[in-house]
């Protein structure tokens, strides 16, 4: 079981990116490429079957067990995707991160340049040691975004994770924070 965060989500700016509180008023936006099955594919969600099931996602997301963030382009203005911290354990001092992004606005660099900041945020606002992501071994996608961000791969966890069609490998990264400082 994760701890809950006890700090509000703060907004964080990149120089292309604003991260702002992601809310369930941000349905529409997020089914709009939830619902898309090429977004979802290395995902541990389906494609999100309608609006209301992307709510729940969204209120799930509100728990103190994430920090959840809109990642939103300034030149747009409108949400590119979401990032994540959750799975929390305050005496190891680490945190999972987790991104996802619409269709239209891969290959551009926002999912590596938002997850940066949030690592930042992490380690010196959350005072965390250690931040941990996952991905499915052909996700090579957020495989690469996890290595631009500095993160090391550990491992593969065989079968570890469970989705709507059965269990999953998942490869294992990880960064400490003298590693994201040095």
Not at 62 to 86: I, N, T, Y
Not at 109 to 137: Q, S, Y
């Amino acid at each position: 079981m994760s701890d809950p965060f006890e700090v509000p989500v703060p907004e964080l700016a990149t120089e292309r990116l604003c991260l702002r509180l992601l809310s369930v008023e941000d349905a529409p936006a997020v089914h709009a490429y939830a619902c898309d099955p090429e977004v979802a594919r290395f995902t541990l969600w389906p494609p999100h079957e309608s609006l209301e099931f992307t709510r729940d996602f969204l209120r799930l997301l509100a728990h103190p067990a994430f920090l959840s963030w809109a990642v939103v382009p300034r030149d747009c203005g409108e949400l590119a995707g979401m990032v994540f911290l959750h799975s929390l354990n305050r005496h190891h001092r680490k945190a999972e991160i987790a991104f996802n992004l619409a269709k239209r606005h891969w290959r551009k660099g926002f999912a590596t340049e938002a997850a940066a900041k949030v690592l930042d945020f992490a380690f010196h606002r959350l005072g965390l040691n250690r931040i941990e992501a996952t991905c499915m071994p052909a996700n090579h996608s957020s495989r690469r975004v996890l290595e631009k961000t500095g993160m090391a791969h550990e491992g593969r966890m065989r079968r570890s994770h469970f989705r709507y069609d059965g269990a999953h490998d998942m490869d294992l990264f990880a960064i400490l924070r003298e590693e994201r400082e040095g």
